[in-house]
């Protein structure tokens, strides 16, 4: 922490330089001088997960102003009071926090030597990790530097002590509200549907929606998306109603609501890197990839045109391989390309026994040929699962048991 | 100072860790476990892929698809079904040894077969299939059973309850009597030189022709369900 530090004049001129800070450990340092601005800045700044009490109830400030011309006419219960003071002292500690952490990520951004105005909260947690490394298992438990707006929970009751929700009773709010916005939706689908056939005519297919280029949110990203803890019954409960509706021929006239609680997914190839395509000075184009599976490393290098020459190792054809599944596995992309015979190809491969070997050769001539093909043919490998790594090697063996699953053989007496 | 070393290393190619993103403390290669339930099975066969219309090819664009495994291949050879009887033929791992002996039995079939087509007539002759691959799918479907029986515990006794079985499991059932029938032999002092890919090779042909010691299983368990059929309502209830 020493070393790293930063002393720059522009940032020792700060306010919260001037200010005292509240832990004891830290005022120490502070008084001794030892502490320099960023230690002091990061721990000031941190939120350990019991900084921001999420028990403190948030009030919208226009509603506390409202609140003192009431105060005349109409006395109210000291609970109240006590939360409305409650909620005050907490929106004036929330103004110093947001400064605070305002001048701590462009204290960051400095110190990691990035773009103070292009510092999004990612980098702050990629910064704070890399200065403050933590060895804890548990989350909540390693150093995190958060916006104080995350941890605020909006206001959930009117000066009457009335909740602003119709549904706060449940428990469970905004999923509730969700669900019965889904019924809503369903039933009017349905009243679509009958008029289609009451004129005698079948709904089109476009009245439906496209669920092929988006899937259903998992319960995390639910949670994120209504801003709530959902139980696990609740949310089985929730996407049964929410299917239905995705389902139904209307579908498409609930777009714009359903893609709230879904995600759009991409064609898994577009993301893809092939390998270059190179001219030899014979006029041929050449690919060269290396690859591995399991232990084994395989450098394939393919010419095309060429006349189906192979060679592995400096063996001609597949007689390197006398196991017929390595064999078939070598020849799997050329028959699913249909260029068995028209590129020439050389590979160097080592480690690994023959499975290993030949799945090797199998990708890394894959992600050759997917270079060299048009896209109905990259559609091809990538269906065979071809354009993707093997990532299954052997699992280790565990102590107290007879293999990595298997337990010894055990009798009661 | 950049955070370039805190990203992904270089060794590990982009396709290749796609889809393993959940383990940040693990090497990404270091994943032993089985696929997460999202990926599909591959269509590695050029003539599975030809049967697909384009709304088909497109949803598959959209999701994952686990790499091809050693039994899967798209060589005009390959037979799921065979490849299945491979792995119930194979002893501690010996898979190369497993589809040898299962081609010699294919060649007893043929040779076999091919006598018979020569002795027979004229109007028998198109009735005598040549083909080993077409007798061991016809023996195949001959050997499943459509009932077994299982045990239930009712008052102290063990009753047992005949069930229906879907089509995997009877699947299952034949390739396991085809080669557990075929393994049973002789004492060894009576050996006269019968393998186990004649044995096969006689078990497929019989039971291609609705005969034979496993045909003889099936019909035993389908009469101890017929046996036993008073216990049904036992499947429900507590």
């Known amino acids: 922490m020493e070393n790293c530090m930063l002393r720059d004049d522009k940032f020792m001129d700060h306010g919260f330089m001037k200010r005292e800070p509240k832990n004891t450990l830290a005022r120490e340092h502070f008084e001794n001088g030892k502490m320099n601005s960023i230690s002091l800045l990061l721990r000031s700044n941190l939120r350990f997960s019991s900084i921001h009490n999420k028990s403190v109830v948030a009030y919208s400030s226009q509603a506390a102003k409202e609140n003192v011309t ?4 109409k006395p109210i219960s000291r609970a109240m009071r006590a939360y409305i003071d409650r909620v005050k002292q907490f929106e004036e500690n929330l103004i110093v926090e947001s400064k605070e952490y305002s001048d701590g ?3 960051l951004a400095n110190i990691m030597g990035e773009d103070p105005a292009h510092f999004t909260p990612k980098d702050v947690d990629k910064s704070v990790e890399y200065l403050l490394p933590s060895g804890l298992f548990q989350k909540l438990a390693r150093p995190e530097m958060a916006p104080p707006e995350e941890t605020i929970e909006k206001a959930k009751f009117d000066i009457n002590g009335r909740p602003f929700h119709f ?14 916005e889904t019924v809503k939706r369903i039933n009017r689908a349905e009243k679509l549907l009958e008029q289609i ?23 995390s990203e639910m949670e994120k998306t209504i801003n709530e ?3 696990d019954d609740h949310f089985e409960q929730t996407m049964q109603a929410l299917e239905r509706l995705a389902q139904h021929p209307m579908s498409g006239h609930f777009k714009d609501f359903l893609m709230n609680y879904r995600k759009a997914t991409t064609v898994n190839m577009t993301e893809m890197v092939f390998p270059e395509i190179q001219q030899d000075p014979d006029g041929r184009y050449s690919v060269q990839h290396t690859t591995k599976r399991k232990t084994a490393v395989a450098t394939v290098t393919i010419r095309s045109p060429g006349e189906g020459k192979f060679v592995i190792n400096g063996q001609p054809g597949l007689l390197y391989f006398s196991d017929v599944g390595a064999r078939e596995h070598v020849l799997f992309p050329y028959q699913v390309t249909g260029l068995m015979e028209k590129v020439d190809t050389e590979v160097t491969v080592e480690g690994g026994g023959f499975n290993g070997q030949s799945g090797a050769i199998r990708y890394a001539t894959s992600l050759c040929l997917a270079a060299l093909v048009d896209e109905q043919g990259r559609v091809k490998l990538q269906l065979a699962g071809l354009l993707r790594r093997d990532p299954r090697v052997k699992e280790r063996k565990k102590f107290g048991k007879a293999g990595a699953r298997r337990g010894y053989t055990w009798l009661k007496r | 100072m950049s955070f370039k070393f805190l990203q992904r290393p270089s060794f590990l190619h982009n396709v290749s860790c796609l889809g393993f993103t959940n383990c940040p403390r693990v090497y990404q290669f270091m994943n032993y ?37 050693t039994s899967q291949s798209a060589s005009v050879f390959h037979d799921p079904h065979l490849e299945k009887l491979v792995n119930f033929v194979m002893k501690s791992g010996r898979k190369a040894k497993a589809r040898e002996i299962i081609k010699e039995a294919f060649e007893k079939i043929k040779r076999a077969q091919v006598r018979k087509y020569h002795l027979a007539n004229d109007s028998a002759k198109l009735k005598i299939p040549t083909n080993p691959l077409e007798i061991f799918h016809q023996a195949l479907q001959n050997c499943k059973p459509v009932l077994t029986v ?38 060894r002092r009576n050996h006269t030189g019968v393998f186990f890919s004649d044995r096969l090779a006689k078990e497929l042909m ?21 046996a036993n059929k008073a216990y049904a309502h036992y499947r429900w209830g507590k």
């Open chain 1, 70 to 73: 009431i105060k005349k006419k």
């Open chain 1, 105 to 107: 990520k462009r204290f």
């Open chain 1, 167 to 180: 549904l706060f009773y449940t428990g469970a709010s905004h999923l509730y509200e969700t669900q019965f």
């Open chain 1, 197 to 219: 056939h009451r004129k005698g005519h079948t709904p089109e297919k476009e009245n439906k929606m496209d669920l092929v280029t988006s899937e259903w949110q998992d319960i």
């Open chain 1, 229 to 231: 803890s959902i139980r």
């Open chain 2, 33 to 69: 476990g089985r696929f997460p339930p999202s990926f599909v099975e591959p269509v590695y066969h050029p003539d599975k892929f030809n049967k697909l219309n384009s709304e088909e090819v497109k949803e598959l664009m959209h999701k994952n698809v686990k790499p091809p495994t």
């Open chain 2, 150 to 187: 299982t045990p239930v515990k009712r008052g102290g006794v063990v009753y047992k309850v005949p069930v229906a079985l879907d089509d995997t499991k009877a699947t299952r059932m034949a390739y396991k009597w085809l080669v557990e029938t075929s393994r049973e032999h002789e004492p």
């Open chain 2, 206 to 226: 019989d039971a291609s022709d609705n005969t034979g010691k496993t045909i003889k299983k099936k019909v035993e368990l389908h009469k101890l369900c017929e």
